[in-house]
């Protein structure tokens, strides 16, 4: 009687699921070439790969941006990963990937039009407010620590460990640092933003250290790749994950005897309906189902006929991660290890009548005619588009059920589209989408979770990347390939990203 062979399923087709599954696939073709024994991966998506955050962010990459917090080593790791992939399936051409100069500009005091005039009393209510999207921050000092780099490292460079109470940032989207590197330039450096408005002109980035990718043809060209390996795509939404064999304790109730309630009180019980009955005939044939099989978890979807046996799970759904506490299997899963929720962020897409050069620019807007600053982050792509993002609110929350419900706010909206005119007339464009936003997964403590859950036989999350999702969800899925194949990461050091650090 032959073997069974092992089953993975992978919850989520952001960049980071699509990720793992490519380097799970990668692994295991190389070390099983009979198709017969190879362990099986299934990618379960309930919409489409890259629907949100991973298919509407800017893409922009950053190789020294993190130095001196927790993610200094997944950071520097992952930048020099999205080069090898680049190199080894011409992600230039695929998905837009290129070396990018990136500056960081200060604009004083935008001329306002008579007829915005009386804007400028308006004050912001609570559920106006907003926040900006980037942060200027200094690196912070930090102990070093030896990692081992295997097949996907370029070199062994020491990591930034630091204390655990040092890591807070949330709401930020990308942080602008002050390092060494940095150097003010001319306005003239960047000439299509307007020299007249820009007071100070900085560049944080060079092609050697920044680069940029499409998010969305990244996630899909890996996804076509890890297909032709012979990865499995279902789509489907999860409705519990059961775990073969686990039943839940009985509570049991002791009746005082010299209790002074009637009897017929304790013994009423209340005539079923027909859909209570409908729902336990469901249970007793899905109970049978997963007692059937010998494999320790059931993925139980919305479409019958379809649950999944397998031996190992990967929760990598982004924003909405925290759906996997309502699973039996993950009943070990607090709250407060993956306080993960959605921050919401809107952007546009345009297609300016002028070529705009490789050059990212992170604008920060004082004293606009909204009262307050502002800051907007611009990624002209190879194909002549310009992506263009900020207007964050103020609080992360729970996305909708559905990632094709549409979140954005009117008003954040048409405040981008006029703080994009007002910063470059060569961006006065026709735009090719407006009216987007996505939820980006932030963790409480501004760092991801990439952790097997300690308890579980093999149960796994990685999310919570935050606005760093595209860069580090290569890194990501490489130590979760490690962790699923070999039983530990030894390309990465993920104790700043286990599940248990905090609670």
């Not at 793992?20 to 998506?45: C, N, Q, W």
Request: glycine share 6%.
């Amino acid at each position: 009687m032959s073997k069974q062979r092992e089953t993975i399923v992978i919850i989520g087709a952001g960049v980071v699921g699509v990720s793992i599954a490519y380097f799970t696939m990668k692994r295991l073709v190389s070390e099983h070439p009979d198709v017969e024994t190879r362990p099986r991966v299934i990618l379960l998506e309930q919409c489409e790969p890259g629907c949100s955050a991973s298919g509407k962010s800017g893409g922009f990459l950053a190789r020294h941006w993190s130095d001196g917090t927790d993610t200094e080593q997944l950071a520097r790791f992952s930048y020099d990963l999205h080069a090898k992939l680049a190199e080894e399936h011409d992600g230039a051409s695929r998905w837009g990937y290129r070396p990018v100069d990136t500056f960081s500009a200060e604009v004083d005091r935008i001329p306002v039009a008579p007829a915005k005039q009386r804007k400028k009393t308006h004050q912001r209510t609570d559920s106006e407010s907003m926040v900006t999207s980037i942060e200027v921050i200094a690196p912070q000092t930090h102990r070093t620590s030896s990692v081992t780099m295997q097949e996907y490292s370029s070199s062994a460079e020491t990591p930034g460990v630091q204390d655990e109470n040092m890591q807070t940032s949330t709401h930020a989207s990308i942080s602008v640092p002050e390092i060494q590197a940095v150097k003010v330039v001319p306005p003239e450096t960047v000439p299509w933003l307007r020299t007249d408005v820009v007071t100070n002109l900085r560049q944080v980035g060079i092609t050697a250290n920044t680069a940029q990718v499409d998010p969305l043809k990244l996630t899909r060209v890996l996804l076509a790749e890890a297909k032709g390996m012979g990865l499995e795509t279902v789509r489907a939404k999860v409705i519990d994950v059961a775990e073969t064999g686990y039943r839940p304790p009985l509570i049991e109730l002791s009746i005082d005897r010299h209790s002074t309630k009637p009897l017929d009180v304790l013994q009423i019980e209340t005539p079923k309906t027909t859909s209570q009955i409908m729902m336990e005939m469901d249970d007793l044939k899905c109970n049978t189902k997963i007692s059937q099989t010998k494999k320790p978890y059931v993925v139980l979807l919305d479409q019958e006929g379809l649950d999944l046996p397998a031996d190992k799970i990967v929760v990598a759904c982004g924003a909405w991660v925290t759906s996997c506490l309502r699973w039996e299997a993950f009943r070990d899963v607090s709250a407060s290890q993956i306080p993960i929720q959605g921050l919401r962020v809107h952007y546009l897409l345009a297609k300016p009548k002028t070529e705009i050069p490789a050059q990212a620019v992170f604008a920060e807007i004082n004293g606009t005619v909204y009262n307050g600053e502002d800051a907007i982050e611009i990624y002209p792509r190879p194909d002549g588009s310009v992506f263009v993002c900020g207007e964050a609110l103020d609080d992360p929350e729970m996305p909708p059920h559905n990632p094709f419900e549409p979140v954005y706010s009117k008003r954040a909206t048409s405040r981008l589209k006029q703080i994009v005119n007002d910063v470059s007339t060569a961006l006065s464009f026709d735009v090719i989408q407006y009216g987007l936003a996505c939820h980006l997964p932030v963790h409480a403590k501004g760092i991801p979770v990439i952790s097997k859950v300690p308890t579980s036989k093999g149960l796994y999350i990685a999310a919570g990347h935050g606005c760093w999702g595209i860069l580090n969800g290569p890194a990501t899925g490489l130590a979760i390939s490690e962790l699923l194949v070999d039983g530990k990461c030894m390309s990465l050091d993920l104790e700043n990203f286990r599940l248990d650090r905090w609670y």
